[in-house]
């Protein structure tokens, strides 16, 4: 089993950019497809980016598309987020995940999940 810890949340202004980490311990996450996900308060948890083990594919939500950057370093055993052009909506608590099969966009294909790692855009 994978643990999964995430780094990198915290205030910034509207326009500004944040780098989300989550790095694995226990295997390396190498052959995994990895996926970051968010849940804002009264609200459901919703797709953000998954970077496949393949050939780094990467898929994001339309409402990230173009201002969101999502990696991964193998020899670092991490995945990244890179958040530009932050908005107020970007609001959230952020959680990484190992894919376990089924359609990348959906939670329940996802385990190992992480704590998560809040991250608030002022206005």
């Known amino acids: 089993q994978v643990q999964l810890v995430e780094s990198g949340g915290g205030l910034v202004q509207a326009g500004g950019s944040l780098r989300l980490s989550c790095a694995a311990s226990?295997?390396?996450?190498?052959?995994?497809?990895v996926g970051w996900f968010r849940q804002a308060p009264g609200k459901e948890r919703e797709f953000v980016a998954a970077?496949?083990?393949?050939?780094?594919?990467?898929f994001y939500a339309d409402s990230v598309k173009g201002r969101f950057t999502i990696s991964r370093d193998n020899a670092k055993n991490t995945v990244y987020l890179q958040m530009n052009s932050l908005k107020p909506e970007d609001t959230a608590n952020y959680y990484c995940?190992?894919?376990?099969?089924?359609?990348?966009?959906?939670?329940?294909?996802?385990?190992?999940w992480g704590q998560g790692t809040q991250v608030t855009v002022s206005s």
């Open positions: 970077v496949m083990w393949i050939r780094s594919s990467t």
């Open positions: 226990g295997r390396t996450i190498s052959r995994d497809t």
């Open positions: 995940a190992a894919h376990n099969g089924g359609s990348v966009y959906l939670a329940v294909s996802y385990n190992d």
